[in-house]
């Protein structure tokens, strides 16, 4: 057979195998079909799995009134936590310890899930944004591991375990119902941005406990829950981890977290306020009413409403981004300066004036008390 004759041969043998591999791979896989009982045992068999690998992480908190000999008696009130690290300090709310700050009658004992028991210490605390950090003398403790809160969104499974009502260590499941929420806080003027809102079962106890995704890693702090009876109604709130990631070194470390702030009273552009400040329909932005003398923003050059007349049209600055994140509402500002600044921090941020749109540098100062 001739040279030429043999490569034709070939090619033409090449040709027919590949064809013949590619019908093997183009075979339609059998897709495997569950029953009902079979997902939700796969489901039953997934919440197992995170409880039982996350439960010694988690710990009880007890406060108690101290007799005269320092021995803790009556039980005054209680709450979760979990561990923040691998030397025994335990991360919960604020304000489920806060008795103990005010009283030195107040002592904090810690109970495990294999019922071990420890009083605790406290080393710091945030009050705005509800976080305090507590000590047992224990080495070796297990954290929990942490999820990043801002790509969490609405429908994804949560998972929160606390101790409602005292009924130590209780699973309860539900979804992310909302993000991106502000909640008032009862110990500062200023409100807790980024909050998360869930449908799990939250209930006086889970305070401080973690809230989990599907992986089993912490997304928030249970913090509060929305109800005219202190009972569940499908309304709890939790503080995001990624707020908790910026506070808790500092309160490690025995220093107060330094907020970033610029300084002004604005509010959200709506229907009324559109019309008032003569932008186009649905035009999003935060409306400056106000700025503090000697802030961030007034240093800045940023103005404020000039009139202050309720019956008379806006003409404050309007802050639509700051640095390259966009601005709809007062919390998505709150939120950036929150999560992502700190005081000495310079941005920049973008506003509309006189229809045109300025860049303006601004150095943010510390949140003032």
Not at 4 to 12: A, E, G, L, Q
Not at 229 to 245: D, E, H, M, T, Y
Not at 331 to 346: R, V
């Amino acid at each position: 057979m001739s040279i030429k004759k043999t490569i034709v041969f070939t090619f033409f043998s090449l040709i027919f195998l590949i064809g013949c591999d590619n019908q093997n791979w183009e075979e339609p896989q059998a897709i495997k079909e569950y029953s009902p009982v079979e997902i939700s045992e796969i489901f039953e068999s997934h919440y197992k799995e995170i409880f039982s690998e996350v439960v010694e992480s988690i710990v009880q908190i007890n406060l108690y009134n101290q007799d005269s000999k320092g021995i803790p008696t009556n039980k005054s009130g209680a709450g979760a936590g979990f561990f923040w690290d691998n030397n025994g300090n335990i991360l919960t709310n604020y304000h489920v310890i806060q008795p103990a700050i005010s009283s030195k009658n107040i002592s904090i004992l810690i109970r495990t899930y294999t019922n071990d028991e420890y009083l605790a210490e406290i080393m710091g605390y945030d009050s705005y944004s509800d976080l305090a950090i507590i000590k047992i003398n224990k080495q070796n403790t297990v954290p929990l591991d942490l999820y990043d809160s801002d790509i969490i969104s609405p429908g994804e499974i949560t998972l929160a375990i606390g101790s409602p009502f005292d009924q130590e260590f209780t699973l309860t499941t539900g979804i992310v119902s909302a993000i991106g929420r502000t909640l008032d806080s009862s110990f500062t003027p200023y409100k807790i941005p980024s909050v998360i809102q869930t449908d799990a079962a939250i209930n006086p106890g889970n305070s401080g406990g973690p809230l989990l995704n599907s992986k089993g890693k912490v997304v928030g702090i249970n913090t509060q829950i929305k109800s005219n009876s202190r009972q569940n109604s499908g309304v709890g709130f939790a503080v995001p981890i990624n707020l908790a990631k910026q506070v808790v070194p500092s309160i490690i470390n025995g220093k107060s977290h330094l907020y970033s702030y610029l300084g002004i009273n604005a509010l959200n552009l709506d229907y009324g306020s559109r019309i008032r400040a003569n932008v186009e329909d649905n035009f999003k932005g935060v409306l400056i009413l106000d700025v503090l003398n000697e802030g961030p923003a007034h240093l800045a050059g940023i103005k404020g409403d000039s009139s202050m007349q309720p019956d008379l049209n806006y003409d404050g600055d309007i802050i639509t981004k700051i640095d390259t994140y966009k601005i709809d509402t007062f919390e998505d500002l709150m939120s950036y300066l929150a999560l992502n600044t700190e005081a000495g921090d310079i941005v920049k941020i973008e506003v509309v004036r006189d229809y045109n749109y300025l860049n303006i540098d601004v150095m943010l100062q510390a949140r003032p008390d």
